[in-house]
Nanobody, 123 residues
Framework: QVQLVESGGGLVQTGGSLRLSCVASGRTFSSSNMGWFRQAPGKEREFVAA????????YYADSVKGRFTISRDNARNTVYLQMNSLKPEDTAVYYC????????????????WGQGTQVTVSS
């Protein structure tokens, strides 16, 4: 069982930066692959980034490559999403998720989800 709590969302201007955090509770965090997803109003939830439990391999959606960085600190049971050069189209609720599966870009692979944190980018 893993419980996830996101924080760090807010309102930022175009070109600005935010860092999202996701704190996990539960014994399986260090062996869980972690992902960030987002959902804008009227749109489906979409993959943003993921990081594996071992070797810390990272994966990104094309839309955020070069601007967002996912990282994790297993000692703190925390995964981060550093978001730079933000654009209005990045506006969404961002969700942290955990999985023991290896198909990391599919939301259906994830078993545990946080409540989400709102990110709004003004133009």
């Amino acid at each position: 069982q893993v419980q996830l709590v996101e924080s760090g969302g807010g309102l930022v201007q175009t070109g600005g930066s935010l860092r999202l955090s996701c704190v996990a509770s539960g014994r399986t965090f260090s062996s869980s692959n972690m992902g960030w997803f987002r959902q804008a109003p009227g749109k489906e939830r979409e993959f943003v980034a993921a990081i594996t439990w071992g070797y810390f391999r990272t994966y990104y959606a094309d839309s955020v490559k070069g601007r967002f960085t996912i990282s994790r600190d297993n000692a703190r049971n925390t995964v981060y999403l550093q978001m730079n050069s933000l654009k209005p189209e990045d506006t969404a609720v961002y969700y942290c998720a955990a999985t023991l599966r290896s198909s990391l870009s599919s939301s259906s692979s994830y078993d545990y989800w946080g409540q989400g944190t709102q990110v709004t980018v003004s133009s």
